[in-house]
């Protein structure tokens, strides 16, 4: 066994492990890219958060937070930024209650977080599929494997463990490889949920300064009461 390698021990595995092999391989390259997207993308929608939500609150009316906001349409906070504006834009003319439209726009600003949330997260849901099921995937190739050997032992009339430990240690490798797919997927799905809940945060502490922004240009623009004649 000392010349054997991993290769060795696939090209010699059963067709049915040949084939737990190629879905876990599969999905190893699936998760893999996965997680270098989600890398990139989730960072660059935190830094986004961050910068916008900065220039959002330095801002001295709604409308030039509304169009620091707009500069960037890669931001998070682009699409809830228009969910809200839209929204406030539809019942500035028509309704002349405040509250009505201030909380029709915190409703849009929430469906804009979730919806943004969504989004981000598209894609994680395969990441925990690989971290649960490539263990038992791999182990049922192991068990295929294993049983595999035992027939061999029955046709060869011999127990002997040089006989079997070249059957059972291909089979194992099937065990190992889907460890070596759930591990990564496992860990990368937990860090990247830490970063969506984080992006989370940012996202409904921005809803809540865009709906106060509103609160105060519905107040600036209610007429004033004139003191009445006694």
Not at 79 to 88: I, L, N, P
Request: glycine residues 8%; positive net charge; proline residues 3%.
């Amino acid at each position: 066994m000392g010349d054997t390698n991993i290769f060795m021990l696939i090209g010699q595995a059963t067709i049915v492990v040949k084939i737990v092999l190629g879905l876990l391989a599969t999905m190893s390259i699936i998760s893999w890219t996965i997680m270098f997207n989600k890398w990139f993308t989730l960072s660059s929608a935190k830094k986004r958060a961050t910068k916008g939500i900065e220039a959002f609150q330095n801002a001295k009316t709604l409308r030039d937070a509304v169009q620091a906001v707009g500069t960037d349409a890669s931001s998070p906070l682009y699409f809830v930024a228009q969910q809200g504006v839209d929204e406030y834009t539809r019942l500035r003319e028509s309704v002349h209650s405040s509250t009505i439209i201030a909380d029709n726009v915190q409703r849009s600003l929430e469906q804009g977080v979730s919806m943004q949330s969504a989004s981000l997260s598209s894609a994680l849901p395969f990441l925990a599929t690989c971290a649960n099921s490539a263990p038992f995937i791999g182990l049922f190739g192991t068990v295929w494997g294993i049983m595999h050997s035992f027939q061999t032992i029955g046709q060869m009339k011999s127990a002997a463990l040089a006989a079997v430990a070249p059957g059972i240690s291909e089979a194992l490798v099937a065990t190992a490889i889907g460890l070596a797919v759930a591990i990564p997927a496992a860990i990368g799905y937990n860090m990247f949920l830490g970063k969506l809940q984080d992006i989370e945060v940012q996202l409904n502490s921005f809803s809540g300064v865009f709906l106060n922004r509103v609160q105060r240009e519905l107040h600036t623009q209610r007429p004033k009461r004139t003191t009445g004649e006694a």
